[in-house]
């Protein structure tokens, strides 16, 4: 009876499905094209010329369409590059290492030890407020702290705990390793301490009921469900590491090299071609470092 | 676990964590505190007396270069990356929720955007206006290139909210006969307002204080973060500290006023 009655509803509703259907499969491309057209334009397409360009021809002041291998011999054939390139790396390692574990500690005392929510987000947006605010500002505040006189000199010689001012705080490596952590920690507390909220305590409990100490649940529970977060942490925090020129060059005072610094001091002589060619190789790196990291997470789950 | 005694594990860790945020805004502090330093001081402590002689040298022309003209400039750029962000971004996070071709690719490139050095982006804006013959000026090629950095933010969000949001509210909603633009306006639209909101502080303030990617795209005029940076190298006295205080006191009213907005949004639903 219900089967007879529901039929010729559904045999109305039909063509009615189907004018919508044919709406709504057109929506989608709608809704996206704006996105599609801003990012092809200013993405894509100046990718694809800086490939192109890498191959051209260039003299002091002009640049000469042509197919020459070049730029990339001149980039790959150079020691000093080489040396760049190691430079920029080992700060972008060294700087992953220091914010995954500050990050990591700072988004597990949040998660798991914070009791009321709004307390968490209180806590959770004093993380992120300097985040809102400008790079540079935040670079330049190191220089009264760290400089010659700077307040940390200046309170170890008062205290008589060196003799005289420590010379290798400010404009050095050490300076900018300093200032990269204290610029992109952010970028992998906000990840991690997503996915820790979504651990079902209910995992740490039963662990806890089977025995395990404060350390196992840690070890083997917490941070293998933390992988996800600490993934994308680290896409974050290693891209802008590799694509640092402004903290080098303010904060090590000149005496250190990126790769990013060497393409910028590339186009002031406008040795275009150069540095695209630099560019080039930099991005197939950053991308091996990113794929290598997305077969460990896949982020379309994890958002 | 929640009502256990505090452990030593705890004690440790608030530590940790309150040297992090010392750490955030201890610098921070001090140069906020080094812009009100005396007529003859330097740029490290201690302070030469107190006085506003820096902030009234910030708005001598010739003192800093065009901090006038260049604030404003980042502030209108700003609010034009803002509204394009909050729209394209809600546009694409609806896209999202159906199937269609390219949509993996599509937000592939969104990630790629995140992901490709912010100086190759400037780069390869430049080039491609000096190619097709445009001039390169901050409120198209700049304007471009921060879209590049705030939109993949304002999609993954948009993404994320998406992903959480049941689609048993607008069923109710269409069962009650609303028509799909009633659907979205009366039903969606309030409950992801406050990610919105959240989106345009985003697409604001990164592109407010964005630097690398304007580098080879502003053309003739400076951005604020560009005038700032060309004072790092040739300006040696205070006045660079009463700048950052000046900016970094702006940032912070545009975060307390979305905050502001944000909560009003929500309590004003709840109350509904």
């Excluded at chain 2, 951005?223 to 660079?240: A, H, K, R, S």
């Amino acid at each position: 009876m219900t089967v007879a009655l529901e039929r010729p509803a559904i045999a109305a509703a039909k063509p009615a499905r189907r004018r919508r259907f044919s709406i709504g499969a057109v929506a989608p491309y709608l809704q996206s094209a704006p996105l599609a057209l801003i990012l092809g334009a200013f993405l894509l397409l100046p990718i694809i010329m800086i490939v192109v360009v890498s191959f051209w021809d260039y003299d002091f002041a002009t640049m000469y369409p042509d197919f020459l291998t070049t730029n990339y011999s001149d980039v790959l054939g150079s020691g000093v590059t080489w040396k760049t390139y190691l430079n920029t790396i080992k700060f972008a390692f060294i700087v992953w290492g220091l914010t995954l574990f500050i990050g990591f500690w700072v988004a597990y005392f949040l998660a798991f030890h914070i009791r009321t929510t709004a307390m968490q987000m209180v806590l959770f947006l004093v993380c992120t407020v300097p985040f809102l605010t400008s790079n540079i500002i935040r670079m330049i505040s190191w220089i009264p702290v760290l400089g010659r006189n700077g307040l940390i000199n200046s309170t170890l010689v008062h205290l008589g705990l060196v003799p005289k001012p420590i010379e290798w705080l400010l404009y050095s490596e050490f300076a900018v390793v300093l200032a990269m952590v204290h610029l992109y920690t952010l970028f992998m507390v906000t990840p991690i301490f997503n996915t820790l909220m979504r651990i079902d305590r209910s995992l740490v409990e039963a662990a806890r009921d089977a025995g395990a100490s404060g350390w196992q649940v840690l070890w083997n529970v917490i941070i293998p469900l933390a992988k996800p977060g600490m993934a994308i942490g680290t896409i974050f925090v290693v891209t802008l590491a590799m694509a640092d020129f402004s903290t080098v060059q303010v904060m090590s005072g000149g005496q250190s090299a990126s790769v990013a610094l060497m393409m910028k001091n590339q186009m002031s002589l406008l040795q275009y071609p150069a540095a695209a060619a630099n560019a080039v190789v930099l991005l197939v790196l950053v991308l091996l470092m990113v794929a290598g990291i997305l077969r460990i997470v896949d982020i379309r789950r994890e958002l | 676990m929640n009502h256990e005694k505090r452990t030593l594990e705890f004690y440790a860790l608030a530590v940790f964590f309150a040297l992090f945020v010392l750490f955030l805004y201890g610098p921070l502090s001090a140069i906020l505190i080094l812009s009100f330093q005396g007529a003859t001081g330097g740029l490290t402590f201690p302070l030469n007396g107190v006085s506003l002689h820096w902030f009234a040298n910030l708005f001598e022309r010739q003192a800093v270069g065009d901090f006038g003209g260049s604030f404003k400039r980042s502030l209108v750029l700003g609010l034009m990356v803002m509204i394009v962000t909050v729209v394209v971004s809600l546009l694409a996070g609806l896209a999202f929720r159906q199937k269609f071709r390219g949509a993996t690719a599509l937000f592939y490139l969104a990630v790629a955007s995140l992901v490709v050095p912010s100086i190759i982006i400037s780069l390869g804006i430049g080039v491609v206006f000096q190619q097709i013959g445009f001039r390169p000026a901050w409120y198209t090629s700049a304007f471009g290139a921060h879209l590049t950095w705030t939109l993949p933010f304002g999609v993954l969000i948009m993404f994320a909210v998406f992903n959480r949001f049941s689609p048993a509210y607008e069923e109710a909603a269409r069962d009650l006969g609303a028509s799909s633009w009633q659907t979205f306006a009366h039903v969606v639209l309030p409950m992801i307002a406050p990610s919105l909101i959240g989106v345009g502080l985003f697409g604001f303030t990164l592109s407010y204080d964005e630097f690398a990617r304007t580098l080879m795209t502003s053309g003739t005029f400076n951005t604020l973060p560009l005038e700032i940076y060309g004072m790092t190298t040739n300006v040696t006295t205070p006045v660079l500290y009463a700048l950052g205080t000046v900016t970094t006191v702006f940032s912070f009213l545009v975060i307390v006023a979305t905050l502001g907005a944000i909560l009003y949004v929500g309590r004003r639903r709840t109350r509904a």
